[in-house]
Every structure is written in C-alpha cells, then in structure tokens.
C-alpha cells in the first residue's frame, strides 16, 4: 500500500514556474513507477508525466516536453515535477500516481495508487 501527497501548487504568471512534490509513504517506493496526471475543468484527466524505479527512464506528454522535468529521490520518497515556461493550458489539478509495475506508463488504468491533487492555475 502507498499513500501519496501532493504539494507545490499554486498561482503563476504565463512564463514562470511551480515545482510540485508528491510524498510517498511506504519501504517500497523505489519499486513503483511514479507518474503525473492532470486535469483541467471539464476535461478528462491526461498524462504529463512518468519515472521508472530508479529514475532512469522519463516519458513526457508532447504538450510539456521540453518544458517540463520529473525526477525522484528515493531516499526520501519523493518525485518532483519542475514546470517551467508555464502556459495558461496548464492550468489544472494535477495528480500523482504509482505503479508496481516497471515501466513509464501514459496510460491511468495502469497506475495502482492516486494522491488527491494540488491545483495549478496559469494566469494570462
């Protein structure tokens, strides 16, 4: 079982930046894939991001690419998403998730565990 917590969210200018964290409880959190998720109001939920267990391979949506960096520490349970040159499109409730299985994944029916969110809002 693992539990996680975002945190990090907030209020931005277009261009500026927010770097979120997601806490996870648990011994095992170097074994779970760790991803991201969005959603904005109205809309589905959509990938944005993931890690595998020891950080040695990302996956980025296109939308975020270039823009966006996911990293993890897995001595202190974390996974960070720094957000850079942010958008008014970015603006959601952004999720973390994890999954048992190796492997980045895009897809959420993969991912085993949800935090509640922390919202993001991009101001124009």
């Known amino acids: 079982q693992v539990q996680l917590v975002e945190s990090g969210g907030g209020l931005v200018q277009a261009g500026g930046s927010l770097r979120l964290s997601c806490a996870a409880s648990?011994?095992?959190?170097?074994?779970?894939?760790m991803g991201w998720f969005r959603q904005a109001p109205g809309m589905e939920r959509e990938f944005v991001a993931a890690?595998?267990?020891?950080?040695?391979?990302?996956y980025y949506a296109d939308s975020v690419k270039g823009r966006f960096t996911i990293s993890r520490d897995n001595a202190k349970n974390t996974v960070t998403l720094q957000m850079n040159s942010l958008k008014p499109e970015d603006t959601a409730d952004y999720y973390c998730?994890?999954?048992?299985?190796?492997?980045?994944?895009?897809?959420?029916?993969?991912?085993?565990?949800w935090g509640q969110g922390t919202q993001v809002t991009v101001s124009s």
């Open positions: 998730a994890a999954r048992r299985v190796y492997g980045a994944s895009p897809y959420e029916y993969e991912y085993d565990y």
């Open positions: 648990g011994r095992t959190f170097s074994r779970y894939t």
């Open positions: 890690i595998s267990w020891i950080g040695g391979s990302t």
